[in-house]
Antibody, heavy 120, light 106 residues
């Protein structure tokens, strides 16, 4: 059973960089059948896809966030990470990591989510 | 971006009811659609992929149909654990986008 677990600071100051890590267990992040993704959900609102990474390091980002987002992978630790720069209060959200089926592009395993608040 | 809409935005139902939720895409997405269930404080859970394929472990009272721009999620007989918010997601074109959600409550 694949499990994903997000970790990182729960409070980030405006203009700073949000950094989160997703640890994957129960399966290898180097499986060629999957991508590894970040999704966020502002409090009381819907879901927004941020982007994904393949174990080789290739990425695709949502154009709405592309200028501020970096997703990276550490295969030796079986984890991947998110950096979001120049944050504002609008970036306050629960951030989820998830596994993406590489052929049909659905999210089949999710982390529990972590709330990141942007505030001074 | 492909815009996803859902109707209704909320529905009040009772245990045993048949519930149907509609999802519409702003352009054809063939059958590249998934449905998720989310309970308060929890991550979304995959129910249906490629419009009508039931994810392993999901009860058969959940069903999906549709293609092109119009899709439906049907819960044939509502159980207490089905009260939640349901989201559709298009997997046809980057960036992947979600519908705004449909809340099913009592």
């Amino acid at each position: 059973q694949v499990q994903l677990q997000e970790s990182g600071p729960g409070l980030v100051k405006p203009s700073q960089t949000l950094s989160l890590t997703c640890a994957v267990s129960g399966g290898s992040i180097t499986s060629g059948d999957y991508y590894w993704s970040w999704i966020r959900q502002p409090p009381g609102k819907g879901l927004e896809w941020i982007g994904y990474i393949y174990y080789s390091g290739s990425t695709y980002y949502n154009p709405s966030l592309k200028s501020r987002v970096t997703i990276s992978v550490d295969t030796s630790k079986n984890q991947f990470s998110l950096k979001l720069s120049s944050v504002t209060a609008a970036d306050t959200a629960v951030y989820y990591c998830a596994r993406v089926d590489g052929f049909r592009y659905y999210f089949d395993y999710w982390g529990q989510g972590t709330l990141v608040t942007v505030s001074s | 971006d492909i815009q996803m809409t859902q109707s209704p935005s909320s529905v009040s139902a009772s245990v045993g009811d048949r519930v149907t939720i509609t999802c519409r895409a702003s352009q054809s997405i063939s059958s590249w659609l998934a449905w998720y269930q989310q309970k308060p404080g929890k991550a979304p859970k995959l129910l249906i992929y490629t419009a009508s394929s039931l994810q392993s472990g999901v009860p058969s009272r959940f069903g999906g149909s549709g293609s092109g721009t119009d899709f439906t999620l049907t819960i044939s007989s509502l159980l207490p654990e089905d009260f939640a918010t349901y989201y559709c997601q298009q997997a046809h074109t980057f960036p992947f986008t979600f519908g705004p959600g449909t809340k099913v409550d009592i």
